[in-house]
């Protein structure tokens, strides 16, 4: 029987490189079909999934970009009688019905679906796609992470994600802001680093924009 897998970490902790292994393997080694996705609010790279080690970039084409309507996940993938596994990217941006579209697929389709993701936003908040696959997914695994926090004062595990505006931490804003755009970068902390920051924020605790 299939399952559904959520694979979780940090930013810039391999998880797209993991992804891209995984599609390797599937169809150079084992000559399978395998369906490379990400949800269409993600707008980096448009349409493809990129992975990034060190000054070198993994490339590839989505086989299509995951629309959020009811149902729609399911049926795009039933298109593809012969696709082996379902590879999900940015599976944080997935909607609720979009995971339990993954749901059917593995139920009713016996066809593995594997997503990547965040655990949380730069507010320490669960995105909507990630909180459903936690409840939902069948194998649930922390990536193995090679991002180190770098501003504490002794090399410690990030475990949640900082947004910098202009190389300043924020704690509010909109939940979706596409790193690279509009001076937006992630930086991979500890949750004491994340914490002490938080804490001495003019907005801590909780404003929304």
Request: with cysteine; proline share 3%.
């Amino acid at each position: 029987m299939s399952k559904l897998y959520y694979r979780y970490a940090v930013m810039n902790a391999g998880k797209s490189t993991q992804l891209l292994q995984i599609a390797h393997d599937y169809e150079r080694n084992n000559s399978e079909k395998i369906l490379a996705l990400k949800p269409e609010n993600d707008t980096k790279a448009d349409n493809c999934i990129i992975a990034r080690i060190g000054k070198d970039m993994l490339k590839r084409k989505c086989d299509f970009l995951i629309k959020h309507d009811v149902n729609w996940l399911f049926n795009e993938v039933r298109k593809f009688p012969d696709v082996k596994v379902v590879l999900i990217d940015e599976a944080q941006f997935l909607s609720k019905e979009n995971v339990f579209d993954c749901a059917r697929i593995v139920t009713q389709m016996n066809i593995p679906v594997i997503c990547f993701g965040l655990k949380c936003d730069f507010r320490g908040e669960p995105f909507e796609g990630s909180s459903h696959l936690f409840a939902l997914a069948q194998d649930i695994e922390e990536v193995t992470t090679r991002a180190i926090c770098r501003r504490s004062k002794k090399p410690v595990k990030a475990t949640v994600n900082m947004r910098l505006v202009n190389g300043v931490p924020v704690f509010k804003g909109g939940q979706l802001s596409i790193e690279g755009e509009n001076n937006v970068i992630y930086e991979p902390v500890s949750l004491k680093v994340f914490m002490d920051m938080f804490i001495a924020d003019d907005n801590k605790y909780g404003s929304k924009e």
